[in-house]
């Protein structure tokens, strides 16, 4: 009987929420022009948010994508409205509100995607120390966690080197430029299917947990444009109701935007952002990994003031999206 009772609800919750990914947003009065800023590449965890893009386009918006070479070259045009939203990890934002920017948490779009991968001669942590390490960025969310858990949790001090890009890591991996590095799930998995069996992921417990994106808006934007803003949002969740209800809808996005990424790997790679990641909550997520980023750098002396989250949250904005497109 439970098992009959669980495929039932299994059932019923596909249905809603591919009922819920058929909702049509009533496109808004107002200047249709958004610019998304991304902190690096165009990844995996941004399918969804192309998707929309998309989409969006051919119904008179115009979404432009705008990719930055450092995470936080992202915020500060978010700051300057040279971009409306951004999607970002957690620290950059704080940090320039923290310097009197105007900007609003607005939602989660995954949770940690991050891993510490290494040659397999270095079996944990301890053994990266003297070696050479690669981190995104002095300032970028992760690199910064990774750093201070190396350091404080391993007691080790490896070479530290900047390489930006998860891709571009991969590459120095494998032509032996560097012995370790954290990359997204995504990347991860694309090494491991060109070159099985060469490289491990090293355990760092729940550190990665911090290491998830969300977006983030221009609050000066978003309160002339309320109404632009909250229809993107329903758009965007839209889109994540539409990959959680067929995940294939994602393939063709993924093998255009990620020419690289092995075909036999995309439809595994989704499924893990789905149901690892926690990617594209359907309603939009929490506050958590905000909150516990916020924690961590607290703990850590990272941040030297105290942060109040709920002042930096805009649950205005996500209320109405949810609103135009009711909750699954």
Request: glycine share 6%; proline share 4%; charged share 20%.
């Given at each position: 009987?439970?098992?009959?009772?669980?495929?039932?609800?299994?059932?019923?919750?596909?249905?809603?929420?591919?009922?819920?990914?058929?909702?049509?947003?009533?496109?808004?009065?107002?200047?249709?022009?958004?610019?998304?800023?991304?902190?690096?590449?165009?990844?995996?965890?941004?399918?969804?948010?192309?998707?929309?893009?998309?989409?969006?386009?051919?119904?008179?918006?115009?979404?432009?994508?705008?990719?930055?070479?450092?995470?936080?070259?992202?915020?500060?045009?978010?700051?300057?409205?040279?971009?409306?939203?951004?999607?970002?990890?957690?620290?950059?934002?704080?940090?320039?509100?923290?310097?009197?920017?105007?900007?609003?948490?607005?939602?989660?779009?995954?949770?940690?995607?991050?891993?510490?991968?290494?040659?397999?001669?270095?079996?944990?942590?301890?053994?990266?120390?003297?070696?050479?390490?690669?981190?995104?960025?002095?300032?970028?969310?992760?690199?910064?966690?990774?750093?201070?858990?190396?350091?404080?949790?391993?007691?080790?001090?490896?070479?530290?080197?900047?390489i930006p890009g998860?891709?571009?890591?991969?590459?120095?991996?494998?032509?032996?430029?560097?012995?370790?590095?954290?990359?997204?799930?995504?990347?991860?998995?694309?090494?491991?299917?060109?070159?099985?069996?060469?490289?491990?992921?090293?355990?760092?417990?729940?550190?990665?947990?911090?290491?998830?994106?969300?977006?983030?808006?221009?609050?000066?934007?978003?309160?002339?444009?309320?109404?632009?803003?909250?229809?993107?949002?329903?758009?965007?969740?839209?889109?994540?109701?539409?990959?959680?209800?067929?995940?294939?809808?994602?393939?063709?996005?993924?093998?255009?935007?990620?020419?690289?990424?092995?075909?036999?790997?995309?439809?595994?790679?989704?499924?893990?952002?789905?149901?690892?990641?926690?990617?594209w909550p359907q309603?939009?997520?929490?506050?958590?990994?905000?909150?516990?980023?916020?924690?961590?750098?607290?703990?850590?002396?990272?941040?030297?003031?105290?942060?109040?989250?709920?002042?930096?949250?805009?649950?205005?904005?996500?209320?109405?999206?949810?609103?135009?497109?009711?909750?699954?």
């Open positions: 009987m439970n098992r009959i009772l669980a495929a039932a609800l299994s059932v019923f919750f596909l249905l809603t929420t591919a009922q819920a990914a058929e909702v049509e947003v009533l496109k808004p009065k107002g200047n249709l022009e958004i610019k998304l800023g991304h902190p690096s590449s165009i990844s995996l965890y941004d399918m969804p948010a192309i998707l929309t893009r998309e989409r969006l386009n051919q119904n008179g918006w115009n979404v432009s994508s705008v990719e930055f070479t450092r995470t936080d070259l992202n915020v500060q045009a978010l700051a300057q409205g040279t971009i409306q939203i951004a999607n970002s990890q957690v620290m950059d934002p704080i940090r320039a509100i923290q310097k009197g920017a105007k900007l609003s948490f607005l939602m989660e779009n995954n949770g940690g995607e991050f891993v510490m991968i290494a040659k397999n001669e270095i079996k944990d942590c301890k053994d990266t120390d003297g070696k050479r390490f690669a981190i995104h960025g002095e300032a970028a969310t992760t690199s910064l966690a990774a750093k201070i858990w190396l350091l404080n949790d391993c007691k080790v001090k490896p070479n530290i080197m900047i998860g891709e571009n890591r991969i590459v120095a991996l494998q032509n032996n430029q560097i012995d370790a590095t954290l990359v997204q799930m995504g990347d991860w998995l694309n090494l491991d299917d060109k070159a099985p069996g060469r490289y491990h992921i090293i355990k760092t417990g729940n550190l990665f947990n911090i290491s998830g994106a969300s977006f983030w808006g221009n609050v000066e934007w978003l309160r002339k444009n309320e109404d632009v803003a909250s229809a993107y949002i329903a758009e965007l969740l839209k889109s994540f109701r539409m990959a959680h209800a067929n995940p294939k809808i994602l393939e063709p996005v993924v093998a255009k935007y990620l020419p690289d990424m092995p075909k036999n790997i995309i439809a595994p790679a989704i499924k893990a952002y789905l149901e690892i990641v926690r990617a309603n939009g997520g929490d506050t958590s990994i905000l909150d516990d980023t916020v924690k961590f750098f607290t703990a850590s002396g990272e941040l030297k003031t105290p942060v109040n989250t709920k002042e930096i949250v805009d649950s205005k904005i996500l209320s109405s999206a949810l609103a135009k497109v009711g909750r699954v």
